[in-house]
């Protein structure tokens, strides 16, 4: 995900976005996106961006004014699929990692990875236990172990009482 629509900015059809890449420069005119809410899917083309604060401000084609703008808020801006730059070493994606097993040193199950999101703090992965609770997790060396890409597993060694909260 690179971002969701926060709301509508202006007459002409900019939207304010919450930016959540660490590729901000993928945001160039022309460029294809995709914008998703829940099952709904809709390609865009960008036609327009600038920086604006802590957000974004972003023109699509054949988005001309508020109410079209509007339609747009609460969803994400995706790349579609098999369009992503490549990972750096040492670098995942949220869609590379969600659905993976985390399990801790002993390997005692504690749950899928729901998401691994970019925070002022730092990246947080996101882990759903079987009983349904998350645990937000630092994905920082010392608490991330060992990941296993091609068995789709991360081993944690989680502070005491982190998944109790």
């Known amino acids: 995900m690179l971002g969701t629509v926060a709301r509508p900015h202006g007459l002409s059809g900019e939207v304010s976005v919450e930016i959540a890449t660490a590729f901000p420069e993928r945001f160039q005119p022309g460029v294809g996106l995709e914008w ?15 920086p604006h604060g802590r957000r974004w401000l972003l023109r ?19 790349v579609p ?17 969600e659905g993976w097993q985390c399990a801790d040193r002993k390997g005692r199950d504690l749950g899928i990875v729901a998401g691994l999101e970019q925070t002022a703090a730092g990246p947080i992965l996101s882990v759903r236990a079987r ?9 920082v060396e010392g608490i991330v172990v060992e ?3 091609e068995g789709g597993r991360i081993v944690l060694d989680p502070p ?6």
Do not use: K, M
């Not at 699929?81 to 990692?97: L, Q, R």
């Open 36 to 50: 998703r809410r829940g099952q709904e899917i809709r390609p865009l083309i960008l036609a327009g961006a600038r």
């Open 60 to 78: 699509f084609e054949g988005v001309e004014n508020p109410e079209a703008a509007r339609a747009l808020a609460g969803g994400e801006l995706c």
């Open 81 to 97: 699929g098999g369009e992503a730059f490549p990972a750096p070493e040492g670098f995942y994606y949220s869609h590379d990692v």
């Open 131 to 139: 009983d349904g609770r998350t645990s937000l997790v630092p994905f």
């Open 147 to 149: 990941i296993d890409r």
């Open 160 to 165: 005491e009482g982190l998944f109790e909260l």
